[in-house]
Structure formats: C-alpha cells, structure tokens
C-alpha cells in the first residue's frame, strides 16, 4: 500500500511501524518523564505546539452537623482550573542514502537512529527535571564529607520522607538523586542490602533499589544546583505526543531524509488543601509545591 505522502520511490517504508516502536525505544531511556516520577494523564488530543489543556481541580465539600429544625444546607461544587501548555516543539532530521535499506538492515535499532532517540529522549528529560526542580520546595542543603557522605544522604531521603509525610503524600513516592549522590548512597547498608530491605537489582529508567516507600533512581539529567529531588507522579504531569516520521526527497543531496517531530508540555499540580486558591478560582502557582521536595549537596573539600 502506498501513502499519499511517501516518496513515489519509497514505497516499502512503513512510517507507522517506525513510530510505534520510537515510543517503546524512547520510554526506557526516560527518568524525569517516566512514569515513576510524574504521570501522563493529561496528554488528552495534542496537535500541535500552543495547544491548552485544562485540569480541573474539585474542592473537597465542607461536613455539616445535622441538627433539627435545621436539616441540611445544599453545597455547589467548586472546581479549580489549571492549564497545561504544549510549549515545546523538537525536531530531528537525518539524510539516508536509501530509507529502505535502513528500515531493512534494522529500522530504529539501527546506530543512527538509536542515536536521534537517544538525543530526544534526553532533551525531554532535561526539560522535565528543570520544571520539576522550579516547583519544588527547597530543603537545607545536605553537608557531605567522606566520612560521613553515606549516612548524611540516607538520611536527608529520610528527612524528605518526613517532609511528605507531613503533607499526607501518598505512597508511591519517588526519590532522584545525581550520580554522586548514587556512588555514596550506594554505601550505606540500607541501599546496598536493598533486597532485604527492599527491592534490589532493578535498572529500568535509571532505578537503583526499591526502599522504605521510595523508588530511588538515577541520572545525569540532574538540573543544575539539586543534587536529589524527591516526590510523588501526581505532583508533576508530563505531556506528549510524536507526529510521526515522514520521508521525503531532498532537494540538495540524492538521497531521503528522515524526520519526526516532538510536542510535549509539562506542569507542576496543584491540590485543594495543599495549595493556595485565588480569588479567580485558580491556584497560586507562585509558590513551590508540597509534594515535591529537593536539596544540594554541599562537598566537603
């Protein structure tokens, strides 16, 4: 079958197949956008860059006492309106000599195209990390020596455990830390013992060990100044949608190039009873959350 927007001379290659699997190749490279540090529950109909998405926010009603003559007084529920932005659109674009020998000598498990995956999947990550990071609430920083650098980052986790806890963060919690943060932490018997404490040996999207109500992963996408950053996937959303890839002549060079384009957007959450209404009926977002919490590391010489 041919498509009305392939190359009359590449008919055999097959877009939808190739983006298919771009999503189920670029999903495992993801830390800050995967499912375990924010959600995707609000991707809804993307199109293009510039599209809104409404999240609607219900306030919890106020109990009553029931007492006669009295009876009941009726409440109209009262929503929260927070808008989601699709702000970013990427792109990549490659030249191949032949888009069917490509597809044929390994479609996207080839290098080059492991490659523009790679590159996309760290763009998004790069972003998410920094909104997630702008919206949290900043803890003390953490003072690290070689001596003690193990158990001062156990517990400043634990620290920001007690930070959730206090605001009644559910479980499902998650916990970011840098890779020097991963080389000392890693040294502390509760993460090294992570199977008898835990859940050890799990690598996927960068997962170090499973402890104490935390998933506790890894990256080098860490946003400049935090060196740990830890939550819960409700708190942050994370938007996405990929065009697919198109094929086409180029016009310099005899040969087709390859390109998809990336719309994403992504926004920090906010809850009645945790975060401030206005009188507009949207929330304040001027000030972090109090379901994401993170610190620097301050290195001793």
């Not at 809804?44 to 029931?66: A, C, E, F, K, M």
């Not at 090294?192 to 402890?211: F, H, I, M, Q, S």
Request: glycine share 8%; with cysteine.
């Amino acid at each position: 079958m041919t498509f009305p927007y392939q190359n009359p001379g590449s008919t055999t290659f097959t877009p939808e197949i190739w983006d298919s699997a771009l999503l189920t190749e670029f999903d495992p490279l993801l830390v800050w956008c995967s499912r375990l540090v924010c959600n995707n529950k609000y991707e809804g109909n993307i199109r293009q860059r510039g599209d809104i998405v409404h999240i609607n926010s219900l306030l919890r009603p106020t109990v009553g006492d029931y007492r006669l003559p009295e009876g009941m007084t009726s409440q109209r529920p009262e929503t929260v309106d927070q808008v989601l932005e699709i702000s970013e659109a990427k792109y990549l674009q490659v030249l191949v000599e032949n888009a069917e020998a490509l597809q044929s000598a390994g479609g996207l498990k080839s290098p080059i195209n492991q490659q523009m995956i790679r590159a996309m999947a760290r763009d998004a990550d790069t972003f998410m990390g920094n909104v997630i990071a702008k919206g949290a609430t900043a803890l003390p920083d953490i003072k690290a020596g070689a001596a003690n650098a193990p158990q001062a980052l156990f517990s400043a986790i634990l620290d920001m455990m007690l930070a959730l806890d206090g605001n009644d963060v559910p479980d499902g919690r998650y916990v970011v830390v840098s890779p020097r943060v991963k080389r000392h932490l890693i040294e502390h018997p509760a993460i090294a013992n992570a199977g008898a404490y835990g859940e050890g040996g799990v690598t996927a999207n960068g997962v170090v060990a499973r402890l104490a109500g935390f998933t506790v992963l890894s990256t080098t996408a860490m946003p400049k100044g935090v060196d740990i950053v830890a939550g819960h996937p409700e708190f942050s959303t994370f938007a996405s949608q990929f065009q697919g890839f198109r094929l086409g002549q180029s016009e310099k060079y005899r040969a087709n190039y390859i390109d998809t384009l990336h719309l994403f957007g992504s926004k920090i959450l906010r809850f009645p009873g945790l975060d401030t209404k206005k009188a507009d009926n949207t929330f304040d977002e001027s000030k972090p959350t109090k379901g994401i919490v993170k610190a620097a590391v301050e290195w001793a010489a």
